[in-house]
C-alpha cells in the first residue's frame, strides 16, 4: 500500500502518518520526492485498512499497490533515483557512469596500471574482483581480503571509487568496510539472505540481474534490499540465457525502457559478460547507451597479449578510450552528457 | 570450395575456370571483388580435386571452405555487399535504409496516407503486408493481389520503392512482379523451396530470422538464396523467443556484429516485431543503428487512437519523424550517414 | 462458435442447422461424437448472432468459444479422436502406435531390410524420408518421387503402411499419392499454405511441433489443417530448442498431458530427434509412454557400424527390440496396450 | 588428476599415495570401489608430476582428467554411489525413493497429518519447508527454526527422516542439527559459500539443478560439496526455464540419462516444481521413473479444498497413493523396485 502526501504536508504530518503505521505493525518507508511525498507501506499480509490513513492529515490518498513490488515502483516514487557513489559520482542523473577495470584483482600493480589507464580515458568507477564466483571449486576465487585493500590504494591513487563483488554475509561485511559500491552478482541475485544483508549494509548496490530472471523477479530481488532501508540500488543487465550460438550470453537490452517505465532505480548495462566476446564490447556498449542506460560495466586489461588468452571478453584501454570516444557523441542524443 | 583467382586475371581466365568447374558437374559462382575475383564452387557432395583446378591460369589458390555456407561468407567475399533495391536505394553502403509502413494493407487509402508520412519523414522503402502468415486459420490473411496493387500505386505517387512479404511459391510470383523486395518472414526461414524459389527471383530477398534460429542456420538460410543464383540478400534480426515477461521477443542485437564479422550481406533489424510494444520501438531503434546494422524496418500506423488498440507495437507518424532525427545523429558516430 | 445439438437431434435437423450456417457465408463442421453432435462454426469474422441458432429445432445450446482453437478443442469433441491409417492401424484408440524405419531413404534394399527389422520388432507404421529439409542446400535432399517408390515397395512387401514427411505443395501431392500419412516437420509447423493444402488431402496428418511453438501456436496450426476439412490430424511432440549442453534439443513431455486435456487429438513422441543420441533414445521413450503418449517415432538403422558414424541418434533393430518389450510392460500401467 | 590404485592394493599403499599426494600441496580424495580405489587429487593449479606418483607402490595408472569435474565423474568412480540417509534409506541402490509432505511448514498438526499420509501410501522421506526462498520480501518466509522442530517431531512420530532446504549458511547449521537431508534449492545452485559448507555438513545433501544450468555447471556445483569431503550428494530436476506457455518450468528428463553416463550420483525428479500444475505431476512422475531417475520429491497436500486455491502444484494423499501404486508397476521395467 502506498500514502500519497499532499504536496503541503508537514514534517510533523509525515511523522505521524508514519507513526500510525507503525502502530499497525507495519513498516512505512518515507520516499521525498521533488513534489510529493509518497509513504510505501511494507509488512502487511493481506488488506490494509485504506480508511484508517485516508483520515490522517496531510494525506492526499492511499493506492493499494497491485504488483508484488512497491518500493521500487514508480507509483511510490515518479522521480528518477539518483545513487551517490563516493561521495561524488552521480548515477541515474544524467551523466553517464562508466565503471572499468579487470575482472579480478591479481596484484597492486596490475590494478594500478589499469586503473590509472581506464582514470585517464575517463571512467568515473573502477571495478575488479576480489570474491570471484567461480563455476568450478578448482578455480582462482579470488585474493579476498587482500584484493580489497589493492583496489583501496588504487582509490586512494586515482581518486576513482571502488566497485567490488560480495559473494555471501561474510564478504559483504568486508566489501562494506572497503569499497564504494556492492556488487550482487547474477548468480546471487536470488541469495535472499544476502539481499537482505546488502539491504541494511551502509554502501549502494549494484545489483546484476539473473541469467534467466524475469523482469519481475529482477525488481522484487531489488525490493528486497530497498526492504531493508538501503534505498541505493542500482540495476545492471548482464545477458540472459539462450540457444546464442556466437555470444555467451543474449544481452537483453529491451529491459531498459522496460525498467524506465516501471521503476525509478537506475540502470548500467555490462556488454563484456553479456556477449563474453571481445570484438562485441564496443557495438554493444554504444547500444546501451543508445536504448537508455544509466551507464556502463567494462572489463579492461592493460595487457593485450595475455588479454588475447585470459580474457575473451576484455578490451584494452586504447580500445576503452576509442569507446568511451563514441559513447561521448551517442550521450547527447538521449539527453544525457558524458 | 574456393577458388581464388589472382588480382590480374583476365575476364577470359575466370570463365575458363567457370568452364572447368561446370565440365565436373559443379556450379561455379564468380564473386567480383574490389581486390580479386573469388569463385565459389556449390554442388560437390564429397572433396573437390583441387589439384586439378589450382593448375589452371589465373588461379592463385584454392581454399577448402570449412563452414557449411559459402556464398554468403566473408572468406568469398571481403567486401561488404551493397544491395540496390528499386534502382535508387542502395542496403549496405553507407547510407541508412528505413523501411516503413503498416503492417497489413488494408485500402489504398490508408496505404496512401502513411507512405506520404514515412516519406516525408525520411523512410527510404515502404512496407506492407498483402500475404499475412497468421497464427489463427480465422485471422485476417490480407488482401493478396489486391494489396499488392496498392502497394504499387502507393510506390507509383510516392516514388518509395516497396517491400512485402511472400509467404509461398504462388504469392512470391506475384509479389516479384508487384514489389521491388520480397520478404522471406521469420516462419519460413527454414522453408527451403521457398528460399530456392526466391534464389531464382528477380528482385533482392530480406530474410528475417526465424524465432529460434542460430547464426548458423539463419546464414545457411541465406546460402539456400545465394546458391541459386541470386546475391542480393538482406538479413534482418526480429527478436528470438525467450523467457523474457515484458517484451514479446528478445532482440538480438549482438547478432549485427556477429553477422558483420563472418559474412559480407548487409543486416536491418526490426524493433516493431522484435519488442511487440510501441514504447519500446525508438529506443531499440536508436541501439539497432549504435550496434551497426545498415538500416531498420519500423511499423507506422497513421490513426493513433486505432494503432492503440489494433497496433500495439506501431509507432505513430509523428513519433517516427522524430526517431528519424535521433538516428540522423547517431549514425556518423559509426561512420553511417541517414 | 459451437452449436451443440441435443441427444436425440435427427440426421435432418443436424442438415438444417448446416444448412442454416452456410445460408450465412459461415462453414459448419459437424462432429459426432458418442453422447452428442458438435456443429463448430468457422469463417466468422467478429460476432455470430447466436440467437438465429439456438431457436432451430435439435439445438441444445449455443457456445461461444473463447479460445482461438475450435476444432481441435475438447469442447468442441469430448471424445478421444481416432485416426485411421492405411485402413487399419487405429491412431489413439488405446493400442499403442510405433512408428520405425530410418530418417533417410537411399536404397530398395536398405529400406527393405529396415522394415522387415521393425516389423518383426512390432513396429506398426514404416517411417522413411523422401523429401528431407536440411540446413544446407548442399546436404542430400532426399530421393525425391523415387524415394517414395520405394517406400510403397516395402509397403508393399511388409503390409506396414508408410508415413513420410512432405515439405512443400507440390512434395505433399506426390506423397499423398503413395503414403499413407502425410508428415508436416518442425521447420514446417507455421508454413500455413502447406498446411492448408494438407487440409485438403486425402491421407492423415502427423504434425510435428516447431521447435519454439507454444501449445497454443501448436494447436493454431492443427487447426488450420482441420480447417480445411481434414480431422485426421496426430500431433507429434520432437523436442523443443533450449540452452541443454547433453542433447540436441529439450524433449517436452508435460505438453502430452496438456493436449489431452485442452484437445481431442492423438499425440505421438519423437525421442530420436528430441534427443540427438542414441543412448537416450530407449529412455525417453519409455517416459513418453509413461506420461501417456499414444505412440512413438523412431529412427532406426539396421547397419550399427554406419550408423555410428552417420546417425547419431538412430538404434539398431535389436535396442528397438528390446525397447518395444520394456514399452509392452509399461503399456498396462495407463491403459494402454502394445 | 586420478590415481587409480591395483585391485590388490594393501591399505597401506593407499595410505602412502594420500600422503605423497598431500606433501605437494594439494588434496587427495580415497574413493574406494567394489573393483578397485581410485583417489581424486584436487587442489592443483595447472598440471600435475604424473611420473612422481606413477612409481608409487599400488598405482597401476595416472589419469589426467578433461573434464573441470573430477570428483563427481564416473572416471573416478565406475559405481553408482549409493547415499544412506536417516541410516536406513538407501537412495540409489535400486530401490526407487519417494520423498513427499507439504511445501512449507505451517504448523505441527498439519505436518503430521501429510506425515502419516504419505507414510502410509509408502513414502520413505518426509519433505516440508522451515527457510521458504521467496521471489518476494513480503512473503510468508517459513517458521524457521520452529519448523525444523515441527519436522523433527513427526519423525519422532511416523519414523520417516526429514529433507529440508537451507538457504544460508546459517540455516544450514540449524537444518543439519534438526534434519536427515540438507536440500539446495535451484536459487542457490551457485551460491558457492552455502555449497562449500555443505561440503563440510556430517548430512547427506539433495542439489536441485538451476533454473538455466547446463549439465556442466550442475555437477560442477555438486563437485563444490565432494570437493569438501561430503560424498553424500543426491543430485534433483526441477525443470529449466523456457518460453513454455503450459508449464511453469520445462521439465528436462533427459537429464536423468545424461548424469547417469557420466556420473555416479544418485538423481531425483521433483515433477511438482518441474511443472506447477497438479494434473501434470502423476504423468510426469511416471516419466520421471520410466526414463531412469532414483526417485521422486513430489508435493501432497491433506486438505484438497485449500490446496485448490493454495497449492496448484501439490496433489492430494489419495492421488498420491494411486500414483505410488502405478510407479510399482513401472519400476521393475527398469530393474528397480518400489
Redesign the interface.
Given at each position: 500500500m502506498l500514502v500519497v502526501m499532499r504536496k503541503d504536508a508537514t514534517a510533523a504530518e509525515i511523522r505521524d502518518v508514519m507513526a500510525a503505521i507503525e502502530a499497525r505493525g507495519y513498516k512505512g518507508h518515507a520516499i521525498p520526492g521533488a513534489q510529493r511525498t509518497a509513504i510505501g507501506v511494507?509488512?502487511?499480509?493481506g488488506a490494509v485498512e485504506a480508511p484508517a490513513f485516508e483520515s490522517l492529515a496531510g494525506v492526499l490518498e492511499v493506492i493499494p499497490v497491485s504488483h508484488?513490488?512497491?518500493l521500487v515502483s514508480r507509483e511510490v516514487k515518479t522521480e528518477d533515483s539518483v545513487v551517490t557513489v563516493g561521495g561524488s559520482v552521480l548515477v541515474g542523473a544524467g551523466q553517464l557512469v562508466v565503471v572499468a577495470g579487470r575482472c579480478a584483482v591479481e596484484s597492486l600493480e596490475q590494478t594500478l596500471t589499469v586503473a590509472r589507464a581506464v582514470k585517464k580515458a575517463g571512467a568515473h568507477l573502477l571495478r575488479g574482483g576480489a570474491f570471484k564466483?567461480?563455476?568450478?571449486?578448482?578455480s582462482?576465487?579470488g585474493l579476498g581480503e587482500e584484493g580489497l585493500k589493492i583496489l583501496a590504494a588504487a582509490r586512494e591513487e586515482t581518486g576513482l571509487p571502488v566497485v567490488t563483488e560480495a559473494?555471501?554475509?561474510?564478504?559483504l561485511e568486508l566489501v562494506e568496510r572497503y569499497a564504494d559500491v556492492i556488487q550482487i552478482g547474477a548468480?546471487?541475485m536470488?541469495?535472499?539472505?544476502?539481499l537482505?544483508r546488502a539491504g541494511r549494509a551502509k554502501r549502494p548496490v549494484i545489483l546484476k540481474r539473473g541469467?534467466?530472471a524475469?523482469?519481475?523477479?529482477f525488481l522484487?530481488s531489488a525490493?528486497?534490499i530497498l526492504?531493508?532501508g538501503n534505498y541505493d540500488v542500482i540495476l545492471c543487465e548482464r545477458g540472459?540465457?539462450?540457444?546464442?550460438?556466437?555470444?555467451r550470453n543474449?544481452?537483453?537490452?529491451?529491459?531498459?525502457?522496460?525498467v524506465k517505465?516501471i521503476s525509478h532505480l537506475p540502470i548500467l548495462v555490462d556488454p563484456s559478460h553479456?556477449?563474453g566476446r571481445r570484438?562485441?564490447v564496443a557495438?554493444?556498449s554504444?547500444?546501451?547507451?543508445?536504448?537508455?542506460a544509466d551507464g556502463l560495466m567494462v572489463e579492461v586489461h592493460h595487457d593485450p597479449d595475455r588479454a588475447l588468452s585470459d580474457g575473451p571478453q576484455s578490451i584494452t584501454p586504447a580500445m576503452f578510450e576509442s569507446l568511451v570516444g563514441?559513447l561521448r557523441?551517442?550521450a547527447?542524443?538521449?539527453g544525457r552528457t558524458l
Open positions: 511494507t509488512g502487511n499480509r508484488a513490488y512497491k564466483p567461480r563455476t568450478s571449486p578448482y582462482f576465487q559473494v555471501d554475509i561474510e564478504g548468480r546471487n536470488q541469495n535472499f539472505s544476502l537482505r541469467m534467466s524475469t523482469l519481475e523477479e522484487m525490493e528486497y526492504s531493508e540472459v540465457r539462450t540457444f546464442s550460438d556466437f555470444s543474449t544481452l537483453d537490452l529491451a529491459v531498459v525502457p522496460a517505465k553479456g556477449t570484438d562485441k557495438p554493444l554504444r547500444a546501451a547507451i543508445a536504448v537508455g563514441e557523441q551517442i547527447p542524443v538521449i
